[in-house]
């Protein structure tokens, strides 16, 4: 293989890495004995330092022991971005368990889903969300149900009277200060957090090494349901540790850490490694351009990994003239293409180089990334540390040169082991090149003569809204639910903000024609699904178009769309 791209490798890095043959618990342990007063997390106005989060990290630990959590057992956490998620997922290893990251904007419908395919027996959420996954539980079979739900409410990790905290938006108010009731499990018990951190329990030994299941994030794809990619400590671990490299990132760097954790994007880019360095995360439990625009002047923020669309909304606040941006050293992401005029604009105003990535659940977020001193705009980058990628032709595997287009493939230690349960599913997602085993990614693109990737189409069906990847046949299969709904073609719909947007091609049941309408759909969708996958267009039909053996064309459908 050629590697051209390693004219533009930055001179003081390694190609590859070595990384620690420890678990992920293993860099919180080691952060707060180093660090021990330094702040960890920063959140409105309360600073835990790593010391701290340590010691309530092995509270919950020792709780989830004494609630029968062993090694290997899969833990839901769904939870927006707030100090208790960091406190919870270090937990979850430190109980030598599973985390499994969910959604928070899922609904009940999608709940059972993530209770049931991991057989998860414990869940921890916060008081807005908890309502939500006692509705999921309480309509599974009693076997399948969780035993134990552990809720925390925002307020537990912030003093909302606090003057030092910074402004909080008038929409957040009732969703952050609100302490909601704890609700009833079906065929368990529901834990308060402030309760299940007040133990003197023991800690378990801790068990789990680089090749133990760490994490068990969902993905779709072209089938229904979404997949848990197997993620083992090492896999995370590489890429934590090769994100703080990548990045120029030390003890002192202080994250803006806005892109949501629940992600493998904010988990391994944001929180893991800066867990790894030592350094100082401030959260925002989601986005707001004058909130960010705020900490990034007050708290000094000097590196800030985001979606383009941030970017974009913080620069067209009126009030972005009264920010100071010059604490930032290092600004970048991925999800969706960055506009080349604000990443000029970024460089000439603030000499900040916009550092476009490229990776999926299945490789622990970057498989690719901009060099930050050579980056090239709307560019996935050149393959990661330690990441061997090529460009093949989907059909023949055979490799392609520059220019010509065919399907990114990836090998490395960020690669995930495969598909919980999905053993077909597995062996389908790999292909054997030059005797190593390389993920298929599904997505089409080509290399330049200088060896940087570039993403041309997909060969996966697949709807990019604002970098939340939603797959059409898991919001179909939503849709089937509907009493009206005989049925449902997903695709996407141009939309000027979020690039994409979902737009479904709906025929109804002879009985409920003219009883509902276009937007009774899309209301429904809204209830039933998390708000980013659900159509915000529905165009009734009376007819879709069907191929020979009968199956919807979508492709029709969505070149008729682009047409428009």
Known sequence: MDRPHYKFWPKRLPHS????????????????????????????????SYAELQRQAELLAARLHALGVRKGDRVLLDMQNCPQLVIAHFAILRANAVVVPVNPMNRAEELKHYITDPDAKVAITTGDLAAEIAKADAQLPEA????????????????????????????WRDWLLTRHPLPQLASGEVHAWTAALDNSLPLPPLEVGPADLAVLPYTSGTTGN?????????????????????????????????????????????????????????????????????????????????????????????????????SLVHIGGGGAAMPQAVAQRLLEQFDLRYVEGYGLTETAAPSHSNPS??????????????????????ETLRELPPGEQGEIIMHGPMVFDGYWKRPEATAAAFVE??????????????????????????????????????????????????PAIQEACVIAAHDAYRG??????????????????????????RETMAVYKAPRIVQFAEALPKSGSGKVMWRALQEAEAKH
Not at 506 to 524: A, F, M, N, T, Y
């Open 17 to 48: 890495l070595t990384v620690p043959a420890t678990s992920l618990w293993d860099n919180l342990a080691t952060s707060a004995r180093r660090y021990p007063h330094k702040p960890g997390l920063v959140f409105f106005d309360r600073v835990t």
């Open 373 to 394: 001193d050579a980056p090239k705009q709307q560019c996935l980058g050149i393959p990661f540390m330690s990441c061997d990628a090529r460009v093949v032709d989907p």
């Open 433 to 482: 090149f030059e005797g190593k085993r390389f993920f298929r990614s599904g997505d089409l693109g080509r290399t330049d003569e200088d060896g940087y990737f570039f993403l041309t189409d997909r060969l996966k069906r697949m709807i990019n809204a604002a970098g939340f990847k939603v797959w059409p046949a898991e919001v179909e299969a939503l849709m089937f639910k509907h």
């Open 226 to 326: 979404p997949k848990g990619c197997m993620h083992p400590h090492r896999s995370l671990m590489h890429n934590a540790v090769a994100s703080a490299t990548w990045g120029n990132g030390t003890c002192e760097t202080v994250a803006l850490v806005v892109v949501p954790m629940f992600h493998i994007t904010g988990m391994v880019s944001a929180m893991q490694a800066c867990i790894y360095m030592g350094a100082s995360i401030v959260l925002m439990p989601r986005w707001d351009r004058d909130v960010a625009g705020w900490l990034i002047s007050n708290r000094k923020v000097t590196s800030w990994t985001n979606i383009p669309t941030m970017v974009i909304d913080l620069m067209a606040s009126p009030n972005f003239a009264n920010y100071d941006l010059s």
């Open 144 to 171: 399948q149900r969780l035993r134990h739900l552990v809720v925390t409410q925002f307020t537990d990790a912030f003093d909302p009277a606090s003057p030092d905290g910074g402004p909080m938006p008038a929409a």
């Open 500 to 525: 994409e947007t979902v737009k479904a091609m709906v025929v109804l049941r002879p009985s409920h024609k003219g009883q509902v309408s276009e937007q009774d759909i899309v209301d429904w969708c």
